[in-house]
């Protein structure tokens, strides 16, 4: 075979890799095999040499020529072979990691096509182990040779199938974990059932998710009938503590009962009002049972005994007014806004946020000791919201809800507890006194920190200055063991304040920005949902957008932004328009398999990774939280990514369908900071109260088909909804 002197060169440094390596396992294949065919060593050492930097352990080298040095070696057992190929896996290894390839320069270029054609007509001087005719003398099985060659070629086969597959396997998430140190006198009364108190007291425990702590040392206590808001930045574990007294991995008396509302229903052909009463099962148990004993004694079937049970049913069912439990529940599900023909409809027709409010509709009508609610205004319009703050008002039982809505908190919370530092403090009163009483401790805080500081600072400039005066010394060790005695004075940790930062180096745009002018739309011909719309806005404008769900709010928005194409009327929109729009479904739809840098770098590519951590680190999500799988973040962090990504191309407009979803409180009051210093327009649909009084200048209702402005504001809102309350009888 001719070979060109580039071709020579090139070759050179790879027959001296291969040669050094064999000259360490061939020393070891020689000494224990002596007696070894010269074509089944051939075979090994060329299986050794390609597969080499393959092998994992040393199973791997006998699988793949273990088979054949049995055949070799009579004198030795498996154990033996074993040994050996564990040997020559050591030696493998070893001499990869000291091998270096030498590249060397080429004295002229190499002709592939003249290198394809002379290999192509060499291809038949190449003889492989199974193609020489083999003497008669040889030791060696060639049917377990060729077993063992195939071994290792699925070996191969497999592993090429394991990395071609590793970019689509699901992603595994940490899980929650919680520990508390066990009381034994707690544990007898709790097994005794002596125990029937319903106030909940969990100490010195801890929670975890994967391997970072969320609280340590922890102490929780749940007075009975009392109302906790559980507050806290977003990613410190507030859900999670829910799912852990849920789960009762943390210890709740067994006699307590708990109902987390946190999965919505499923979807069959139970109506609705039929699933919010199957929710009270002592009464579901008691009518199946009346309905059994009635159909025997109807039968004739009946005994005496069972006449006397019915009685005892009959006055069980009207001690927990059984009779009136269907109006209960449908002024439940009235007040989250289900209409009588709804409250008739199977749940398998609503959608997933309605099912989510009959969920909580079966959590409010079942009563249990234990409440526990995770954000139960995201679901909700604000008419809905109005009416929990006025129901839960009335609540007998205990409750922990976690909420970023201020107002709400404010109208049902009878205790605050805020949730940092991995510790839990409990406050007295609703929201705004917590917002006071905690900054009246943190000054107390900081005074004691600072006379603690300056009194340690006099102490050592005595030491400081009597230090070698022998007169002194007798004072000077006093003070220094009194300062050894003081205890560890650590600085007062203060949350670090949100900012949110949407660009605004564009330019002003002249009016009309954004306008409908007679619009009419609608899905189907039988419903119309618009009808002879005019609505305007500019880049002054801050607009709120309420109404009840179902009314069209979310559809404005489209026709705003131009994804839908009205019947008839006209959209005018500026030419330099740029709107960024944000909503709940553009958080659901982030890709959970890869870090918040990643996912800036796929949707706008071509820039630098600090660009994007910059981008991201505008909404708070720095340093490791970046580099985290989406999957791993909360709520409100995904939201801050969603954030992020609506505002790389720098819009001059913002609509924003339900922005604080999630949101923790402190990342609202930025938001709304954010959204008054930006220069250009906003329009939103939001239920947050908070958000609304301190952003909206102009409050849009959608209702009967028609868009209408209040003049007087979220308080008139407020009113005409009371007022409705109270003439249907909802309250």
Known sequence: MRRGVGAQLSE??????????????????????????????????????????????????????????????????????????????????????????RQVLLDAPVQLSQISAESGSATNEVQGIWMVKRTQSTTVDAKKLEKAEAKLRAKHERRNEKDSQKPSNPLVLEEASASQASSKKESRVDMSGKNRSYDIRIENFDVSFGERSLL??????????????????????????????????????????????????????????????????????????????????????????????????????????????????????????????????????????????????????AKPDLL?????????????????????????????????????????????????????????????????????????????????????????????????????????????????????????????????????????LSPPILQLDEVEFSYSPEHRLFTALCVSADLDSRICIVGENGTGKSTLLKLLMGELTPLSGTRHAHRNLKIG?????????????????ELLLSKFPGRTEEEYRRQLGRYGISGELATRPVASLSGGQKSRVAFAQMTMPCPNFYILDEPTNHLDMETIEALAKSLNTFKGGVVLVSHDERLIRLVCKELWVCEAGRVHRIDGGFDEYKDILQEQFRREGYL
């Open 12 to 101: 050179a440094p790879q027959r001296q890799g291969p040669v050094r390596i064999m000259a360490t396992y061939v020393d070891i294949l020689k000494s224990e095999f002596p007696e070894i065919d010269t074509e089944v060593f051939d075979y090994i050492t060329g299986v050794l040499d390609s597969g080499g930097s393959d092998f994992e352990d040393g199973e791997e080298v006998f699988d793949a020529i273990g088979g054949v040095l049995q055949e070799v070696a009579a004198d030795k057992n498996e154990d033996d072979v074993r040994s050996i190929c564990l040997q020559l896996f050591n030696t493998l290894k070893l001499t990869n990691c000291h091998s270096n390839q």
């Open 216 to 365: 340590q040392g922890a102490e929780l206590c749940l007075a009975s009938g009392r109302r906790y808001g559980l507050v806290g930045r977003n990613g410190l574990g507030k859900t999670t503590l829910l799912k852990m007294l849920a789960s009762r991995s943390l210890r709740v008396p067994a006699h307590i009962s708990i109902l987390h509302v946190e999965q919505e229903v499923a979807g069959d052909d139970t109506p609705a009002l039929q699933s919010v009463l199957e929710s009270d099962t002592v009464r579901e148990e008691l009518l199946a049972e009346e309905r059994k004993l009635n159909a025997h004694i109807s039968n004739g079937t009946a005994e005496g005994s069972e006449s006397v049970r019915l009685s005892e049913i009959y006055a069980r069912l009207e001690e927990i007014e059984a009779d009136k439990a269907p109006a209960r529940a449908s002024v439940i599900l009235a007040g989250l806004g289900f209409s009588p023909k709804m409250q008739q409809q199977p749940t398998k027709e609503f959608s997933g946020g309605w099912r989510m409010r009959l969920a909580l509709a079966r959590a409010l009508f």
């Open 372 to 508: 526990l609610l995770d954000e139960p205004t995201n679901m909700l319009d604000v008419r809905a919201i109005l009416w929990l703050e006025n129901y839960l008002q009335t609540w007998q039982s205990t409750i922990l809800v976690v909420s970023h809505d201020r107002n709400f908190l404010n109208a049902i919370a009878t205790d605050i507890i805020h949730l940092h530092s991995q510790r839990l403090d409990s406050y007295r009163g609703d929201y705004e006194n917590f917002i006071k009483t905690k900054e009246d401790r943190l000054k107390n805080q900081q005074r004691e920190y600072e006379a603690q500081l300056q009194y340690r600072e006099h102490i050592q400039v005595f030491i400081d200055r009597f230090r070698y005066n022998a007169n002194r010394a007798a004072q000077v060790q006093s003070k220094l063991k009194l300062l050894e005695k003081l205890p560890e004075l650590k600085p007062i940790e203060k949350e670090s304040e949100v900012v949110l930062r949407f660009p605004d180096n564009f330019e002003k």
């Open 581 to 597: 729009y944000f909503s709940q479904h553009h958080v659901d739809q982030l890709d959970l398999n890869v870090c918040s840098v």
